[in-house]
């Protein structure tokens, strides 16, 4: 089976400019969610899905970020504008609440840099 | 919040060594995982774990849940054993998980 799957793998964007984050989940996986990643504040929870509902989105920093999930298979997570601080590694992970637990699985990752 | 705090922070041994990692949480969970980034930014899943013990290889954990913690060990430690170990927790379901700062392990050969 194919694990998460997130493009691009690396962005390098101008301060001001619009950033869309890719995310495949597992397929069967009914909970997806949105991480970042940085030196100063570690790996933080930003949003997560569940049946593609958003369900908690108080991890997200400000209005300037938004995520999406228009079906099971597909999210994006996008920045607009972006500014230098958005710089991190953001990661997308997913879940089924059908095992015996929780376990959550996370793709590789997309490392932004906003100059 | 929930509070996760890992120890120690960095360790740094010598190929073939052994090696415990500890993770303390400051209330009941329902889910803990540990995970391995490796050097190229990769977050591996080692164990779902929350609680009891389980071993996969060279690499073991166990959770004690009514004393809030759990404990990774490493033993036969190898050169790919290198990088940073988190522990994230979520209570009550609630599907959030909260990551410690992680130990950064360095296995030199």
């Known amino acids: 089976d194919a694990g998460v799957i997130q493009s691009p793998r690396h962005e390098v964007t101008e301060m001001g400019q619009e950033v869309t984050l890719r995310c495949k989940p597992i397929s069967g996986h009914d909970y997806l969610f949105w991480y970042r990643q940085t030196m100063m504040r570690g790996l933080e929870l930003l949003i997560y899905f569940n049946n593609n509902v958003p369900i908690d989105d108080s991890g997200m920093p400000e209005d300037r970020f938004s995520a999406k999930m228009p079906n099971a298979s597909f999210s994006t997570l996008k920045i607009q504008p972006s500014e230098p601080r958005d710089s991190a590694v953001y990661f997308c992970?997913?879940?089924?609440?059908?095992?015996?637990?929780?376990?959550?699985?996370f793709g590789p990752g997309t490392r932004l840099t906003v100059t | 919040g929930i509070q996760v705090e890992q120890s120690p922070p960095d360790l740094i041994l010598q190929e073939g060594a052994n090696s415990t990692l500890r993770c303390n949480f400051s209330d009941s969970v329902n889910n803990l995982q540990w995970f391995h980034q490796n050097p190229w930014g990769q977050l591996i899943n080692l164990f779902y774990?929350?609680?009891g013990t389980k071993q996969n290889g060279r690499l073991s954990a166990t959770t004690v849940a009514t004393e809030r913690y759990s404990l990774l060990y490493i033993s036969s430690s190898q050169t790919t054993d290198s990088g940073v170990y988190f522990c994230?927790?979520?209570?009550?379901?609630?599907?959030?998980?909260?990551f410690g700062q992680g130990t950064r392990l360095t296995i030199n050969p």
């Open positions: 994230a927790v979520d209570r009550g379901g609630a599907q959030k998980l909260v």
């Open positions: 992970a997913s879940s089924s609440s059908g095992g015996a637990g929780y376990e959550q699985y």
């Open positions: 774990i929350p609680s």
